[in-house]
């Protein structure tokens, strides 16, 4: 079996965990914790092009001290082509842009705050990060 196929599915339900998760509440028996929908626009990029990451949810959760971790990566790959850091916070205003690679792979693409760890990763979804997946085209 190919040991891309499982961080695959990890990542497809990190997105989906993600995007379900409601700026307005945290996980039942889980008061505290929040992850907060991210958006990338445009959602279909050009290599060299720029894409905003960006969220309107508040998520009461402060940056690492070295700040957040925006990467983005061909869906399949594992670990992000790139990365920048920000010191933005989750008050319903983050907004982070990223320049892909002038030879970033064609395909459906991923951006994420990689550094995301507030759970002990338990079933209620508290493992998940904020993420969201776009298309690259030439």
Not at 14 to 29: D, E, H, I, M, Q
Not at 32 to 49: F, M, N, Q, Y
Not at 123 to 135: L, N, V
Request: aromatic share 6%; net charge negative; hydrophobic share 35%.
């Amino acid at each position: 079996m190919h040991r891309k196929a499982p961080l695959t599915a990890a990542l497809f339900l990190a997105v989906l965990a993600g995007t379900a998760a409601c700026s307005s509440g945290a996980p039942p028996g889980e008061e505290g914790l929040c992850v907060p929908r991210i958006e990338v626009s445009p959602v279909k990029a050009t290599p060299g092009g720029t894409v905003t990451i960006s969220s309107k949810d508040t998520c009461e959760t402060a940056p690492p001290a070295d700040g957040w971790e925006v990467g983005a990566g061909h869906v399949g790959d594992g670990d992000s082509a790139f990365s920048v850091t920000t010191m933005e916070t989750f008050d319903g205003t983050f907004e982070v842009e990223q320049t892909l690679p002038a030879d970033f792979p064609s395909g459906e693409t991923y951006a994420a705050v990689k550094n995301w760890n507030i759970g002990d990763c338990n079933d209620t979804g508290s493992c998940a990060s904020p993420s969201d997946t776009f298309q690259v085209a030439d």
